[in-house]
């Protein structure tokens, strides 16, 4: 047994995400944004450590990259962008308690509300700061998590438009199912309900219509699946997360884009994770391996020692299951996810060494030019039976990230 060869410091962790594939990414859903013959603004969704791209180094390669806006869901992630230097705007998703909103004002964000408190909350920081604060009407149309029913929704517009300390920026839906079929009445529905709503609210306050040149209402709906989906419906803003990250959003989304006879634009995943081999010991056969002797050997073994486990992010249920890429090529986990530690088959790969790197969910190039391979996080998200959101947000906060040409 042999210690990894690292200088002091250096993480036996870390992701790597690439600028180029964000700025490929970026340059493609501008251009899909466009289809519908408007101009939208791109605010590109960084909640959830951007999804788990790690926030600041996601942010700054997005805004790099071309975007215009930033979209937190918290405000701990609003108070951690503009300390750490970044100006674009920033819109809020999420909920913001009446106290997280009034300092969200103060730290020039604007954010989604549905709410008589926050609302209030909003006007009295921004009568302190001496500018006017920026809100969003959540408008409900069918996911029933967040917003106001239409007569609610209008009434909370017209009262914002009524308060000199706030502004109507902009309204907002967000879809039930938009990626999770191929039948797309239900989303079409909550675009109907979302549209006549507007309407209404444009009515009421006698703004000018939708796409009119006088029009300043930021009205968005589309999340990554309705954009590459229905570009055409993109209105003032699209909020696109998934899709900004290299990541279809789901078979079903990629199905429906070629069914309808239209060339999927191509994505690339930013992400890369990776760690080092940090020990290999051969086994004879019939060892088992692991917590609760999950596994046997059922041949000699060279046993891999990966200094990650769930800790890091990496889910105890890839256990037996999962494979990593060693030298490009695939190894198979054996034996039982740990905390810190998790145990791989590289019998197949003799030249492996201590030090050498590991891919746990990316691509790796082979030995001496030979093809490699990848490991996707939809792959990863069907061994654990969920989805491959998930699998990149979990990532352990605390891994490093890089930022890769
Ligand atoms: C996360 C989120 C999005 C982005 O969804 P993707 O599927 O990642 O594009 C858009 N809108 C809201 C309100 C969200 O919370």
């Keep these: 047994m042999s210690d990894v060869p690292l200088a002091v410091g250096e993480p036996l962790t870390w992701v790597e995400v690439s600028q180029t594939a964000f700025h490929h990414n970026i340059h493609v859903l501008r251009q899909a944004s466009r289809a519908g013959g408007r101009a939208p603004l791109l605010c590109a969704m960084v909640k959830g450590n951007a999804y ?21 869901g918290d405000l701990s992630e609003i ?10 705007p920033i819109y809020t998703v999420c909920y913001l308690p009446p106290q997280h909103a009034a300092r969200a004002v103060e730290l020039d964000a604007r954010f989604v509300v549905y709410d008589d408190e ?8 921004a009568r302190a700061c001496g500018r006017p604060a920026r809100l969003h009407v959540k408008v409900e149309t069918g996911n029933n998590r967040q917003g106001l029913r239409h007569d609610a929704a209008v009434a909370l517009a017209e009262r914002i438009a009524a308060d000199p300390h706030l502004r109507l920026e902009g309204l907002a839906t967000h879809f039930a199912d938009v990626e999770d079929t191929t039948n797309h009445a239900f989303a079409r529905s909550q675009l109907q309900r979302f549209e006549a709503c507007a309407a209404a609210i444009r009515a009421r306050l006698g703004l000018p219509p939708a796409g009119h040149p006088d029009d300043q209402l930021l009205t968005h ?25 290299g990541l279809w ?19 690339r995943p930013a992400l890369t994770w990776k760690t080092r081999i940090a020990q290999l010991r051969d ?6 391996i ?38 490009g090529q695939r190894a198979h986990v054996i034996g039982r996810v740990a905390m810190n530690m998790v145990t791989v088959d590289a019998t197949d790969c003799p030249e492996v060494a201590v030090g050498d790197e590991v891919v746990l969910l990316g691509a790796q190039g082979g030995r001496d030019g030979q093809p490699g391979d990848e490991i996707s996080a939809e792959q990863v998200a069907n061994w654990l039976g969920t989805i491959h959101y998930e699998v990149v947000t979990r990532i352990g906060e605390h891994v490093q990230r890089r930022v890769v040409a």
């Excluded at 788990?52 to 979209?71: M, P, R, S």
């Excluded at 108070?79 to 674009?88: K, Q, V």
Aim: hydrophobic share 50%; glycine share 12%.
């Design 283 to 288: 086994m004879p056969a019939g060892e088992y």
């Design 118 to 125: 926050v609302v209030a909350a909003a006007s009295a920081a």
């Design 249 to 267: 959003p789901s078979k079903e989304t990629l199905l429906s884009v070629q069914m309808a006879g239209k060339q999927p634009v191509e994505l």
């Design 290 to 327: 692991g917590y609760g002797r999950t596994f046997r050997t059922v041949r000699p073994t060279k046993v891999a020692l990966l200094p990650i486990g769930y800790y890091d992010g990496y889910d105890r249920g890839l256990s037996n299951l999962a494979q990593v890429l060693i030298h």
């Design 79 to 88: 108070e951690f962008l503009r300390a750490s230097g970044i100006t674009a």
């Design 52 to 72: 788990g791209h790690g926030l600041l180094a996601a942010a700054q390669a997005l805004l790099a990259a071309g975007v215009d806006w930033l979209g937190t």
């Design 221 to 245: 709906v589309s999340n990554s699946a309705a954009l590459l989906l229905w570009p055409e419906v993109c209105g003032a803003m699209v909020r696109f997360g998934i899709a900004a990250y």
